[in-house]
């Protein structure tokens, strides 16, 4: 079904890369709407008396080709690098400690470096270490005890965003608690009122202490599994873009991770959106079946292969994978998610294999 | 259920406070996430060879806990004076006069002072010298007079957001009628159509005069009243973030108005947005059923513990108040509701009476 | 129903516009809200010894009643002007040819000169020379060839967004195929899958390219028509922010397009975003039952008057045309629609003509 034109430029993709040099110096300039005009490497006409006798050699001239290759390339690297590997993974399921029927969760609240992307680290807020924070997965009706050690240089606060707690346990420094100072402990203890997909994250200072990192997700399986919302895969994406840009998870892409299940397999998806703007998240290739928001069924499921985030929402939705291949998904805030440079940000992939392939 | 670790700073917050002047300087440079590494309150070493013979006092060094008890100090102050008292109170209820059985409204479109928040007065567009206007309640089937009378420098024009009137009654300047000029008045009148949560405001230079002020509530309560939609508590809320800062009902926290009533009571909470921004407004330990968009039901009420409005948008919802204490309730676009120095702008709070409890 | 207060200002508008080069003059003055304490029009005092012996004629003072005329004025002017005639007409139906069964679409991409509203012509990036690209309308089940044609100096391709394609017509550059170079061309060719509002749009620097308007319209009937969303006016309303401003299917107000019906008549509007943020678009005078989400059924449909679109969504919704006259229908991001000089961007109107009259 492909048919493509016989090139009408000489000089092949290849033949251009080997001029190693000239494209790294071109490149930015490519990378412009503005340089669909041509542009000269570096290049300025000497016009003083003083010049020098043997005259500077004449820079090269890009041809459009040249320059759609160059782009082309770039954008080509960034996916060829999908899912690129960095240092640390956040939202890595967190396993309690049973103490006499409860389940007792350690958060520890300090500042790390965080790699963001191949190459791109940042200073980050997080607890134990992750961007999300560990996720914690519980049930309805379990008593569970979280304790916050702040090693952080601010006083902090979790609030349980979506759990319909006793008031003291609700994490609002000044109004529920005294905030937790720096070197000092808090814990925190009830019994899971409300199942849903709900999120925890810091109530101090928490337009800078959330978008350094000090969210996570918070799941609560309800008592009685709704049959209609089984699933095979079960998957958190948390949305941000505070001081560490454009994130799924805490990484942007390439070093985003892709969702990867079998042909004719059911994934439920957990948006979660801890910053401070919408996302429409966008599925190729299939649609989404909405079950949920902020934990809450919807009374009557609803399709859509757009889904907008606000901040502070969740959504649960389910995809019905019957459509093989690898699926573009990300922010339709075209912003969010591609430059000249090539794909970034909130993009990643839902990938379908089908039966009897790796 | 909580447990402080011992203080390992020897100076305590209050002994801190003592040191006033100080801490009065040094509090710019604690807000700051920068300030995390030391900070020298405004000394710098003098390497001059001219100095003084009698070497400047060391300045003081804060500690990292020195400099938190400063932030939580400001952010207990703003939580300490909440609900702050300002001059000038917005949506208010507008008695109508009758005059052979059709009830009249006169609004009067001016310049005014107002407060926002304790200290902050700005100059606004108001209607009957309110922010947001006088809030008006008719019913399904009433016969309405609305005398707009013009105080401003500017024409202007009233259109009855999500009325569904007459064409000539509907306010759009060169539309349906001229605009009302500096020191003239202009008559609506119509029967009122359709039941909901509606708004009136400008509809002549409104980008700049809705940003102003110049807007309303305006209720139609519905000729058959809904059963399931009986509240204990009917709240308007409209929300703004324009010429005046991030508000609820004019003001900005820690001016602006708690929401009270007792356990187990039902708050109906009407939704405007006025502004120019999303705002998904997050309530605390209990969630939100969702009834009606624009003043229509809903074909099914559904829950969430955060609402996304949009701008013209209304959404009204039932809260059953089950949870008693005091529930932070914010837009969860975390730079409308807090900064380092507090909670401030998108912020109030729901207050859930236990019984027999003032 | 109207009442105007006598003029209590000697100069009428005619007089004032009379005096054609101080209006000139001042209008911009005029067109800010800091213009409301007296402004001198380009009148400087002369401190200066070489001063003429003959002193400049005073500047005239414009009183506040000048000033609102002026700005009425302008505001006038746009209400006139609309639907102003500007070249070129985009998101125009496209007919197919039919080869052995298939409707094959040619689309060329290229480089044009779009002029968005009266005199202000931009460069664009569009589809057979049209801003939103052809529309394109076909039945579920329908065997479609769509050729791209890329007379671009930068490479690109075509995602057809809402389409559950198989994986290699899904138009994403390095995932599903190579981008589509500078003199190249690309074939398209699938079974169309899943009916309702859908769009074709680049997916290669796709910030860029579907900002700069290589984006149009995929409509998908349905193989069985739905009683209930039988309509007499079908229109798609592409919404638009990008480098060519706020727009609704490529034109700014008063280059708008009306949608003109009967009374009685129900009209189908299919909103789609294809810019960088929210727009929720208001009708006046009528509400909008909304249908499908993204193509999708909605379980059960609902009512409003305000409907928020996020980029990437599409919403179907009906409106039965009960309440004759011309009615404002805009965004309510009210900075996308009006400014002191008038309305302008995403404004047009639903025009419902009572019988008998044209």
Redesign the interface.
């Known amino acids: ?5 016989a ?3 000489a000089t092949s993709r290849r033949t251009f890369l080997r001029k190693g040099a000239v494209a790294a110096v071109s490149l930015p300039a490519v990378a412009s ?1 503005a340089a ?1 005009t041509e542009t000269r490497a570096a290049s300025k006409p000497d016009s003083l008396a003083k010049a020098p006798a043997t005259p500077a050699p004449a820079a090269p001239v890009l041809t ?2 040249q ?3 160059a ?2 390339a770039m ?2 690297k960034g ?2 690098a999908f899912p690129a590997k960095t240092a640390g993974k956040g939202n890595q399921l967190l396993a309690p400690r049973l103490e006499q029927g409860v389940k007792v969760y350690e958060l520890t609240a300090e ?1 790390i470096q965080w790699e963001v992307e191949p190459g791109r680290t940042v200073k980050a807020w997080a607890y134990n270490g992750q961007v999300p924070g560990p996720q914690i997965r519980v049930r309805e009706g379990d008593r569970v005890r979280v ?1 916050l050690i702040n090693k952080l ?3 902090t606060a979790i ?1 349980f ?2 759990l ?7 994490g ?6 005294p ?11 009830f019994t899971v009122p ?1 199942a849903g997909s709900h999120m925890y994250h810091s ?6 202490q ?3 990192g000090l969210l996570g997700a918070f799941i609560v399986e309800p008592k009685r599994a709704r049959p209609a919302h089984r699933a095979d895969v079960d998957y958190v994406m948390v949305l941000n873009d505070g001081a560490h840009g454009y994130t799924l998870n805490g990484k942007g892409f390439p070093a985003t991770e892709p969702i990867v299940c079998n042909q004719g397999q059911t994934v439920r998806l957990r948006f979660m959106n801890e910053g ?3 996302h ?1 998240m ?1 599925l ?4 989404m079946t909405v079950i949920a ?4 069924d ?9 889904l ?1 985030i ?5 959504w649960d939705v389910l995809v019905k994978a019957t ?6 998904f990300h922010c ?4 969010h ?4 440079h090539g794909m970034f940000g909130m993009v990643t ?1 839902l990938v379908v294999q089908k039966p009897g392939v790796a």
């Not at 609002?172 to 608690?177: N, S």
């Not at 905030?179 to 203890?189: C, F, Q």
């Open positions: 079904v492909s048919d493509r034109t090139l009408t430029e709407l669909c459009a080709r320059k759609a290759d782009m082309d954008h080509e996916l060829k500042e304790k240089s601010q006083s609030h965003h979506g319909e707690l006793p008031n003291d346990q609700d609002v420094p000044f109004i529920t608690q905030p937790v100072k720096p070197g000092e402990s808090w814990i925190y203890e409300n109530h101090h200072n928490a337009a800078i959330v978008g350094a401070m703007m919408i429409p966008h190729h290739g299939m649609h928001k902020d934990g809450w919807q009374p009557a499921p609803w399709k859509c292969d757009t907008n606000a901040p502070g929402e969740r459509n093989p291949g690898t699926w573009a339709h805030i075209l912003p998610a591609e430059s000249e992939a």
